[in-house]
């Protein structure tokens, strides 16, 4: 990251993946803006970056499924100084079983996981064009590669919101700003304990650290584990005759 | 998911448990658990952190920094942060916590619950003199004590083996210091009275001894006396790169008698003849083997024990005689520890007391398992006591003689945990909470 002093809006605060990353933010001295649903967490959170040095750090309340909500935040940004950056986390996903019992349940996956956060970020992309800067992180997962057995109303959300940071992306480039689409595949975090073993599965630090490497960089597309880019090349590949026989 | 089913075990591995473990990452989360014992990093050595066939909540992710007043040196965590990290962060500004076991992994609950101790308990105590207070989940409900408000209760928490209820979070006092570096002054102790005179000279705040446990005859007691003090000089090398994982179990020869007798000589000429004295990281004094990750996989898959003693000064030539037996046995690893300790105590079942403590660690083996008992009744018969976050194989009347004050712990756990939710491996198996 640069020296420069940045404001970073995290939507989806209190996710799990979110917390070592806002982490390296405060104790790299930037401005935080937390939006999330948790508010007696957020608090928490806020405490926690503010004691390791972050500049200045905010709480709002947010609800992705409710646009109005996105307001608040929009102010707060506004007003801040420096370069003005986003990180989206948030995102839901019901057991596939679930959706296939109630398939009402699809609209609050595709708000909460692309339609909702695309909305916020519509919004944000003016003031970022106009301040000429700045960084957008967009966490999708590995399951919005391909539509697979298990989980593909939660993929095919995930793939919309890639879709869309990459349309982003072409849009923002011109004016300087970094959009970067982050897939990470399994992460030991509440989602999954309990789920038994994993394939290559990777830590909220380890995604942490792959992001800011990401920023660092300049990439574009990141996928945490690493190893992941390779698989789901592979998977991509496997032609749509034999894939839908499989169950992966 | 709220609940996996698991096998896990504590930090030397050769007792294992099979239950349900729990890791909530908010605090509302674990509200609506049960009432299940918490355990932390996993870093005590025995059965402490396990509940076999029971239920356990990992807190390791409520780990958050609630509030640091840089003026006072006050910082409030929650039970799952790390030790080592509030003294990462707080050492550049000028504060780090008063007491710190050996490993930075522990967690503050843990810390909290073990009343653990320091290279500094002669001067600073056990770590429960420095909490300000501390909060408590019973039965879903949350109360803040003092070592003032709630007294017997608090008494009955630090140290208290996580019995009174889930510490959640904890205000601690923290201590001065002139930043991340420690000026640390190492010396060669030729045999077991020169090591406990300079053990006993020693006006450093830091001061540790490092035990050559294979070092027999004449010999005995050989090994190195590091003292320190926190200075404003920065170390001239940060430690470089991530830190170093073990990789799998190593094979039983590896800590094979020729070999650990080896490494200690080679450690001990390491010292120059007349001392030496450099500036080190304060990670690398205090946490000396954090930096391989997983180091107990070294004494392979069946694990290992530690022995922790503490007697009575008066008692010197008894610990004496408990180092020649190590000595003798060839069972001890490289790792043995001797340090003196002041009377700085938190409550009943806190382990430290004034006198000497020394830990050695063997890799599991029947004659281990014998060694350590014939080693915990010498301690029973010199009027010391053994650490429970260490201990896997003491038996139920030889604690509660060490512990006397047992029963008033006992007592006031009884009141607040009536149905014994909380109990572990360890007080089941030390018949500890029955009165």
Same mark, same amino acid.
């Given at each position: ?22 982490r390296?933010?405060a104790e790299?001295g ?14 928490a959170?806020a405490s926690d970056a503010k004691a390791r040095g972050a500049?200045?750090v ?46 009402? $349940?699809?609209?609050? %996956? ?5 339609? &909702?956060? #695309?909305?916020? /970020?519509?919004? @944000?992309?003016?003031? !970022? ?19 697979? $057995?298990?989980?593909? %109303? ?5 793939? &919309?919101? #890639?879709?869309? /940071?990459?349309? @982003?992306?072409?849009? !923002? ?38 992001? @800011? ?36 | ?62 780990d958050r920094i609630l509030g640091f007043d840089v003026e006072t040196g006050r910082v409030e965590a929650e039970a799952g942060v790390p030790i080592g990290e509030l003294a990462r962060l707080f050492a550049p500004l000028g504060w780090m916590p008063a007491v710190m076991p050996?490993?930075g992994?522990a967690t503050v609950g843990g810390c909290i619950?073990?009343d653990v101790h320091g290279k500094n308990h002669h001067a600073d105590g056990s770590f429960a003199q420095h909490v300000v207070s501390l909060k ?8 803040t004590i003092t070592p003032k408000r709630?007294?017997?209760?608090f008494?009955?928490?630090v ?8 510490i959640?979070s904890a205000t601690l006092q923290m201590i001065r210091c002139e930043g991340p570096g420690m000026e ?20 450093a705040r830091y ?21 320190a003090r926190s200075t404003a000089v920065r ?46 990281p304060l990670e690398?004094f205090f946490f ?54 002041g009377?700085g105590?938190g ?89």
């Open positions: 990251m640069s020296e420069q002093r940045e404001t970073w809006i995290i939507l989806g605060a209190s996710s799990s993946m979110a917390g070592p990353f806002i390296s933010l790299a930037h401005g935080l803006i937390l939006a999330g649903r948790d508010k007696s967490d957020l608090a959170i500049a200045d905010a709480q709002v309340p947010l609800d992705v499924r409710d646009a109005s909500s996105f307001k608040p935040i929009l102010n707060h940004a506004e007003g801040c100084e420096g370069q003005l950056c986003c990180a989206v986390f948030v995102g839901s996903m019901p057991d596939q079983s679930l959706i296939d019992e109630d398939p009402a $349940l699809i609209e609050g %996956v595709v708000t909460d996981s692309f339609s &909702g956060p #695309a909305r916020f /970020l519509q919004a @944000l992309a003016p003031m !970022l064009e106009s301040r000429g800067g700045g960084s957008i992180v967009g966490v999708g997962s590995v399951a919005g590669d391909r539509g697979r $057995l298990g989980n593909y %109303v939660y993929g095919a959300a995930k793939a &919309g919101f #890639a879709t869309y /940071l990459s349309g @982003l992306r072409n849009r !923002l480039g011109r004016a300087g700003v970094h959009v970067m689409t982050v897939k990470p595949g399994p992460v030991d975090t509440a989602m999954t304990w309990g789920l038994g073993p994993q394939p290559f599965m990777t830590t909220p630090d380890v995604v942490a650290q792959d992001i @800011l490497k990401g920023l660092r960089k300049r990439r574009n597309v990141v996928y945490t584990a690493g190893i992941w880019r390779w698989v789901m090349l592979v998977i991509r590949n496997i032609p749509e005759p034999i894939f839908k026989k499989m169950s992966i | 998911m709220l609940w996996k089913s698991t096998s896990y075990s504590g930090w030397g591995r050769a007792l294992s448990a099979v239950g349900e473990l729990a890791r909530p990452e908010r605090m509302s989360t674990l509200a609506k658990l049960g009432h299940a014992p918490a355990i932390g990093a996993r870093r005590s050595y025995g059965d402490a952190c396990l509940n076999t066939g029971g239920q356990a909540t990992d807190m390791s992710r409520l050996g490993t992994f619950a073990m408590l989940l019973q039965d879903g409900k949350s109360r709630g007294k017997a209760l008494e009955a928490t140290g208290g083996l996580g019995q009174t209820g889930i959640t640390v002054t190492e010396q060669r102790a030729e045999d077991w009275d020169e090591h406990i005179a300079l053990l006993d000279s020693s006006e001061t540790v001894g490092w035990l050559d446990a294979t070092a027999r005859g004449k010999h005995l007691g050989r090994g190195i006396v590091e003292e170390p001239l090398s940060a430690p470089k790169g991530n830190a170093k994982s073990v990789p799998f179990d190593f094979p039983r020869f590896t800590l094979s008698r020729v070999i650990v007798s080896g490494f200690n000589k080679a450690y001990y000429l390491r010292i120059r003849e007349g001392g030496q004295t450099r500036i080190k690398e000396p083997l954090d930096r391989i990750l997983g180091w107990n996989r070294l004494y392979g898959k069946s694990g290992f024990h530690q022995f922790q003693c503490v007697l009575p000064e008066a008692e010197l030539p008894r610990l004496r005689g408990i180092a020649e037996k190590i000595a003798g046995s060839g069972l001890a690893s490289p790792l043995a520890v001797l340090k003196r300790l009377p105590a409550g009943p079942m806190s382990f430290p007391m004034a006198g000497y403590t020394l830990a050695v660690d063997f890799r599991e083996s029947p004659k281990a398992r014998a060694l350590i008992s014939e080693l915990i009744s010498e301690t029973q018969a010199g009027g010391g006591r053994i650490y429970l976050a260490k201990d896997s194989l003491a038996t139920e009347d030889k604690v509660k003689a060490m512990y006397p004050d047992w029963r008033r712990w006992a007592e006031e756990c009884a009141r607040h945990d009536p149905d014994g939710a909380l109990e572990t491996d360890l007080t089941r198996r030390l018949a500890l909470r029955s009165l």
